[in-house]
Structure formats: structure tokens, C-alpha cells
């Protein structure tokens, strides 16, 4: 925050944002908050992307445009692959007691 000085032998400043003239003390101090509020924003969009991760239809902060479902798809695929190869297992091990069981058969 920037302040105007409009008359400095009798101290009168302004300040553009307000438009209000006031005598400038010697005793305060005022600071800019503006990079104080940019790195707010940032860490906002950081929370907010961390939130959205949760999410596997919405994007993150720094992937490419056009892979909002990524991680859904992601996760399809993932899924199907270990149920097909839990299901073949499955299926092995019933194949294998099957064929145990027909060939015990005769002997008990």
C-alpha cells in the first residue's frame, strides 16, 4: 500500500485506495500486504488441488488439460487386472482339487 504525499511540509498524505487525505504520523508504520495475500492464494490452490486428489474426476494442479479421469481410469484398469489374475488363481487351485479328488477317487 502506497501512500501519496501530497503536501509534505505540512505531512498530508493520501491513500489511493481509500481516497481519504490524513496527516502522516511518525509513530505508525504501515506495511503492504500484497505478497503476504499472494502466497495466501498459492497455499489456497494448493489446498484446494489436495482436496480435489480425493477425487478421481477432478484435475490436479499440475497435470496436462484433458486427464481429469486419469485416475479413474487408472484405477479400472488396476482393479481388473488383479481380479483377473486372482480369479485365474482361484480357478487354478479349484481346477488342481478337482483333478486330486478324481484321481482319489479309485482309492478311497
Known sequence: MSMIRIAPELNLVMDPETGTITQERKDSIQYSMEPVFERV???DAIADDLVNSLSPSNPLLNSWPGREN???????YGNTFYGVIIGLAFSGLLALVIYIASLM???V
Open 41 to 43: 492464494d498459492k497455499l
Open 70 to 76: 486419469t485416475s479413474y481410469m487408472a484405477g479400472f
Open 105 to 107: 477317487r479309485g482309492v
